[in-house]
């Protein structure tokens, strides 16, 4: 058995990973492993929201989009993407599919009717320029 350096008591076999002791449990306790941040929007330091889905859901009104299947998406993950619960690399995919689904469902939104007037005078500018 090994004795402890500073107060001379036995020191039990080692079990596990790690250097030998040289001090008893009494003397030098056991270090416990420092518990790491999780990643949520209060540890950023946002605490209130930052309307992602409030934004998303005037760009979708916007085009007609909202009640689409590709709109329902982007308003899950938009609300994914706020409650900040994921963990950064998480986050970054998300926020990825999220711009990838808006560019699709806005992409894929009727064409506004155009004037008839307004065409004739596009057509006018056009020769004339």
Not at 22 to 46: D, F, I, V, Y
């Amino acid at each position: 058995m090994r004795k402890c350096e500073k107060c001379g008591a036995n020191i039990p076999l080692q079990q596990g990973r790690g250097r030998r002791r040289r001090m008893c449990e009494t003397c030098s306790p056991s270090r416990k492993p420092k518990s790491r941040p999780t990643a949520t929007a209060s540890a950023a330091g946002l605490s209130d929201r930052s309307g992602v889905v409030s934004t998303v859901t005037a760009e979708l009104i916007a085009v007609g989009m909202l009640e689409s299947h590709q709109g329902q998406l982007a308003l899950v993950l938009a609300n994914r993407i706020e409650t900040g619960d994921d963990t950064g690399a998480a986050l970054a995919q998300m926020v990825r599919q999220l711009r990838e689904t808006m560019t699709s469902a806005l992409s894929s939104a009727e064409p506004e009717a155009v004037d008839p007037l307004d065409e004739l005078r596009a057509k006018r500018e056009r020769r004339g320029a």
